[in-house]
Protein backbone atom coordinates (compact mmCIF):
# COMPACT_ATOMS: atom_id res chain seq x y z
CA UNK A 1 0.00 0.00 0.00
CA UNK A 2 2.80 2.07 0.85
CA UNK A 3 4.51 1.54 -2.31
CA UNK A 4 1.25 2.71 -4.10
CA UNK A 5 0.70 6.13 -2.42
CA UNK A 6 4.76 6.53 -3.17
CA UNK A 7 4.50 5.88 -7.06
CA UNK A 8 1.57 7.81 -6.97
CA UNK A 9 3.35 10.66 -5.27
CA UNK A 10 6.15 10.76 -7.96
CA UNK A 11 3.99 10.28 -11.16
CA UNK A 12 2.52 13.58 -9.94
CA UNK A 13 5.43 15.24 -9.58
CA UNK A 14 6.80 13.85 -12.61
CA UNK A 15 3.59 14.97 -14.53
CA UNK A 16 3.70 18.80 -12.85
CA UNK A 17 8.17 18.47 -14.17
CA UNK A 18 7.13 17.46 -17.53
CA UNK A 19 5.05 20.66 -18.22
CA UNK A 20 7.76 22.84 -16.19
CA UNK A 21 10.46 21.06 -18.86
CA UNK A 22 8.47 21.83 -21.98
CA UNK A 23 8.42 25.73 -20.97
CA UNK A 24 12.02 25.74 -20.13
CA UNK A 25 12.47 24.24 -23.63
CA UNK A 26 10.36 26.52 -25.11
CA UNK A 27 12.03 29.21 -23.78
CA UNK A 28 15.38 27.76 -24.78
CA UNK A 29 14.10 27.32 -28.43
CA UNK A 30 13.51 31.71 -28.02
CA UNK A 31 17.06 32.09 -26.75
CA UNK A 32 18.74 29.61 -29.35
CA UNK A 33 16.86 31.39 -31.99
CA UNK A 34 17.85 34.88 -31.35
CA UNK A 35 21.38 34.08 -30.66
CA UNK A 36 21.22 32.59 -34.19
CA UNK A 37 19.12 36.16 -35.02
CA UNK A 38 22.52 37.47 -33.69
CA UNK A 39 24.74 34.98 -34.65
CA UNK A 40 26.10 34.67 -31.06
CA UNK A 41 28.03 31.77 -31.01
CA UNK A 42 28.97 31.63 -27.12
CA UNK A 43 25.03 31.95 -26.69
CA UNK A 44 24.09 29.24 -29.17
CA UNK A 45 26.97 26.56 -27.76
CA UNK A 46 25.66 26.85 -24.39
CA UNK A 47 21.67 26.92 -25.40
CA UNK A 48 22.09 23.86 -27.31
CA UNK A 49 24.25 21.98 -24.37
CA UNK A 50 20.87 23.42 -21.74
CA UNK A 51 18.29 21.70 -24.42
CA UNK A 52 19.99 18.31 -24.99
CA UNK A 53 19.86 18.43 -21.15
CA UNK A 54 16.69 19.10 -20.78
CA UNK A 55 15.32 17.14 -23.22
CA UNK A 56 17.19 13.65 -21.98
CA UNK A 57 15.47 14.75 -18.89
CA UNK A 58 12.31 14.72 -20.81
CA UNK A 59 12.70 11.56 -22.57
CA UNK A 60 13.70 9.62 -18.91
CA UNK A 61 10.45 11.57 -17.06
CA UNK A 62 8.27 9.61 -20.35
CA UNK A 63 10.10 6.55 -20.13
CA UNK A 64 9.82 6.13 -16.78
CA UNK A 65 5.91 7.26 -16.64
CA UNK A 66 5.05 4.92 -19.62
CA UNK A 67 7.13 2.03 -17.76
CA UNK A 68 4.90 2.82 -14.39
CA UNK A 69 1.61 2.90 -16.38
CA UNK A 70 2.48 -0.18 -18.36
CA UNK A 71 3.12 -2.14 -14.96
CA UNK A 72 -0.37 -0.78 -13.49
CA UNK A 73 -1.97 -2.19 -16.46
CA UNK A 74 -0.42 -5.56 -16.35
CA UNK A 75 -1.41 -5.44 -12.07
CA UNK A 76 -4.62 -4.95 -13.14
CA UNK A 77 -4.76 -7.53 -15.84
CA UNK A 78 -3.81 -9.98 -12.92
CA UNK A 79 -6.70 -9.51 -11.01
Known amino acids: MMKF ?4 LRQEEEKERLQVLR ?3 DYELLTLYDAMQ ?3 ITIIVQTKE ?3 KLTKELIDIKQRYTN ?3 REI ?3 RVK
Open 5 to 8: VLDT
Open 23 to 25: MEI
Open 38 to 40: TND
Open 50 to 52: RLK
Open 68 to 70: SSD
Open 74 to 76: DKN
